[in-house]
C-alpha cells in the first residue's frame, strides 16, 4: 500500500512563493498535485511521468513547476506569484496503473492519494 505524505503548505502574500513536498512509501509511475477550494471541486494542478514529461493547468503555466526526485521518492510542487485564488487543500496523488493517463490531470486516474497540505494566498 503506497503512503503519500505532503508538507510545504502555509500562508502566504500575493506575488510569493511556496514550495510543496510529497514524500512517496515507494516507486510510482506517474504522480500529481490536486486542489481543492471550499466548495469547490477538486481539480488537477500539474503531473509528472516517470520519463520527466509534464502536464500543467492552464492556470498555473508559467507559474508552477512540479519535479520529481526519484532517489528520495519526493515529489515537490514550487509556486511562484502565488494569486488569493490559488488558496486551496493541495493533495498529491500517484498512478501505478501502466496505463495511466496522467497528463490528463483526472482524479479518477489516481489511485492513490495523501491527506492534502493547506496553502493560503493573501491579498
Known amino acids: 500500500q503506497l503512503q503519500l505524505v505532503e508538507s510545504g503548505g502555509g500562508s502566504g502574500q500575493a506575488g510569493g512563493s511556496l514550495r510543496l513536498s510529497c514524500l512517496a512509501s515507494?516507486?510510482?509511475?506517474?504522480m500529481g498535485w490536486f486542489r481543492q477550494a471550499p466548495g469547490k471541486e477538486r481539480w488537477g494542478v500539474a503531473s509528472i511521468d516517470n520519463d520527466l514529461s509534464t502536464s500543467y493547468a492552464d492556470s498555473v503555466k508559467g507559474r508552477f513547476i512540479i519535479t520529481i526526485d526519484n532517489t528520495k521518492y519526493t515529489l515537490y510542487l514550487q509556486m511562484i506569484s502565488l494569486k488569493p485564488e490559488d488558496t486551496a487543500m493541495y493533495y498529491c496523488?500517484?498512478?501505478?496503473?501502466?496505463?495511466?493517463?496522467?497528463?490528463?490531470?483526472?482524479?479518477?486516474?489516481?489511485?492513490?492519494w495523501g491527506k492534502g497540505t493547506q496553502v493560503t494566498v493573501s491579498s
Open positions: 496523488a500517484a498512478c501505478t496503473e501502466v496505463d495511466c493517463r496522467w497528463w490528463q490531470l483526472r482524479d479518477h486516474e489516481y489511485n492513490y
Open positions: 515507494g516507486y510510482t509511475f506517474s
